[in-house]
Structures are given as C-alpha cells and as structure tokens.
C-alpha cells in the first residue's frame, strides 16, 4: 500500500513539474509576443509618420509580408 500512495506522489510532482515549465514557456511566449507587436507598431508607426500622404505604407508592407511569410 505504502508502494501505491509513493507513486501517486511522484505522479503528482511530475504533473506539477510539467503544467508549471508549460505555464512558463506560455508567459514567456506571450512576452516575446507583445515586445514584438510593439515593435512592429512602432517601426509602422515610424514609417507612416516618414511617407508621404497617401504612400499605403501599410498596405504594401502587408503585402510584401505576405510575400515573405506566407
């Protein structure tokens, strides 16, 4: 009995283990993804206030992204 109740525990912390490492890896993901979505936003930003009126900077960089990363 004492057996079954060891390896119950050492499920339990190998589960932990693992759903914490995944909820890491997830806020980490997240992170990297919201630095990125700012940059974009700021370089778009950037480019638009450059270009002339009129110059479609976020269409053509839409479709050239398009292009590049399917």
Not at 33 to 39: E, I, N, T, V
């Amino acid at each position: 009995m004492e057996l079954a109740k060891s390896h119950l525990d050492n499920i339990k912390a190998l589960k932990s283990a693992i759903l914490q490492s995944r909820y890491r890896a997830a806020a980490l993901v997240n992170k990297e993804l919201l630095s990125l979505y700012f940059a974009v936003g700021k370089f778009i930003s950037q480019k638009i206030e450059e270009e002339k009126w009129g110059a479609k900077v976020i269409e053509n960089l839409s479709a050239d992204l398009q292009l590049e990363l399917p």
